[in-house]
């Protein structure tokens, strides 16, 4: 990449960081309409137990997911990024499940599966400790229920080219 080209890059993610820190604020007890209209439509409606959630996915790049929780009323109950690794810790092998981890952090930037272990792989890119560009792989049996979780480097943006990824 050259340095115009890297130069209209860093404009466009400046641009974009800036847009979203423009965007109006959500506070809890607003209904589904008024935080539509402050962040759009979601990339996707769960289902809940208690209501039902909106995921804002910014992947496969953005590294982040949104997830605004409502209640049986559709009042909004919390809105929070759930890419988080506090929020993996939440997500238990042998225990969770396909919809547990929906809830809990969203639809997967890619999936894929690994015939010979048996096992379906979702993958969420995102900013571990907020710093370093991670992948986390949660991995599940023919069950659906979670079998284990991996994490690692995002090779997407790895500068050295070791790996053929990097594009700057």
């Known amino acids: 990449m050259n340095y115009v080209q890297k130069a209209m890059l860093s404009s466009l993610l400046l641009l974009l960081t800036a847009c979203a820190a423009l965007m109006p604020p959500v506070q809890v007890g607003e209904t589904e309409a008024q935080v539509i209209a402050k962040r759009g439509q979601p990339t996707a409606r769960i289902p809940d137990v208690n209501g039902y959630l909106l995921e804002y996915t910014r992947n496969p790049w953005g590294q982040a997911t949104d997830m605004a929780r409502f209640d049986r009323d559709g009042r909004l109950v919390s809105y929070e990024q759930v890419l988080t690794t506090e929020k993996f810790a939440t997500i238990k092998p042998g225990v969770s499940t396909k919809t547990d981890v929906l809830r809990t952090i ?19 890119p995102y900013k571990e400790a907020g710093v370093w560009n991670s992948m986390m792989h949660v991995h599940f049996n023919n069950n659906g229920t979670v079998n284990k979780m991996e994490n690692g480097p995002d090779l997407r943006f790895d500068r050295d080219g070791k790996f053929g990824f990097g594009f700057m």
């Open 106 to 124: 969203g639809h997967p930037s890619e999936t894929s599966y690994l015939p010979r272990q048996q096992l379906e792989v979702w993958t969420y």
